[in-house]
């Protein structure tokens, strides 16, 4: 598992672009998930995305495996995809990779999460917020535990960190040392010091939070009234989270 020496939590931003990866690098970062597609909740980034990210960057880059949008039930093909993707990811040099395999029912796919993990290594593996889907939270930690992933994303099982407050610090003090629980959902400059505080969160992770407006260099604007501009990570609201984290004592 990733360790983190510092006595405040540890500070991932999640990143769907490379330019936002970058940019939270020069925010001052501990580590950046890489995704595309965030208004579907994320989906795996290209190769060239990844390729330079891992290049540019001096953190580790977490790499989001997870084909489609929808609910995280693969089929034979899509679970193929994954692992060529998994592969991709260890290749170009990701620290780690993100992913989540539930069946029908939603439990943990124990055997499809288990032959993804043994592909990953040595990378880092996180099961990201599938995780918060499964019928029992307490059972499903336990069986992350078994399967050797190093760290779960979660908000408790509720829409937001705030709101799963109180499972979130049962998990965490669950987990002790056995993995890293990595809290996550609508965390906010006014909210995150206390919800670190009510969980005893020693990973957080953090995305609207971080994003800002950027303007487009381009200066012609197209006729056909396309929008240049975008949203992304800011180094500016990376280092003001960083700021935020930076009198947190870890738990």
Do not use: Y
């Amino acid at each position: 598992m990733e360790q983190h020496p510092s006595p405040r939590p540890l500070v991932e931003i999640c990143c769907g672009d490379l330019r936002s990866a970058l940019e939270a690098g020069k925010g001052g970062a501990d580590r950046v998930e890489l995704c595309d597609r965030l208004e579907v909740g994320g989906t795996t980034p290209g190769a060239g995305t990844i390729a330079e990210a891992c290049r540019s960057l001096a953190i580790p880059v977490h790499v989001l495996v997870r084909v489609r949008a929808g609910d995280f039930v693969p089929d034979r093909a899509e679970l193929a995809a994954m692992r060529d993707d998994v592969d991709v990811a260890r290749r170009l040099g990701a620290s780690g990779v993100v992913l989540g395999i539930l069946r029908r029912d939603g439990t943990i796919d124990r055997d499809a999460t288990a032959s993804l993990v043994d592909l990953a290594r040595p990378m880092s593996v996180t099961f990201h917020k599938a995780f918060d889907q499964t019928p029992d939270l307490d059972e499903a930690l336990e069986t992350l535990i078994d399967l050797g992933v190093d760290r779960v994303l979660t908000s408790g099982g509720r829409a937001s960190a705030e709101e799963g407050a109180e499972a979130l610090a049962r998990l965490v003090a669950r987990a002790g040392d056995r993995i890293g629980v990595l809290v996550a959902g609508r965390l906010t400059l006014a909210n995150l010091a206390a919800v670190v505080r009510r969980t005893g969160a020693r990973e957080v992770h953090l995305g609207s939070a971080a994003v800002g407006p950027v303007a487009s260099p381009c200066t012609f604007r197209p006729g056909d009234g396309s929008t240049l501009d975008w949203s992304g990570v800011r180094a500016e609201k990376v280092r003001a989270v960083m700021e935020a984290v930076s009198g947190l004592a870890r738990s």
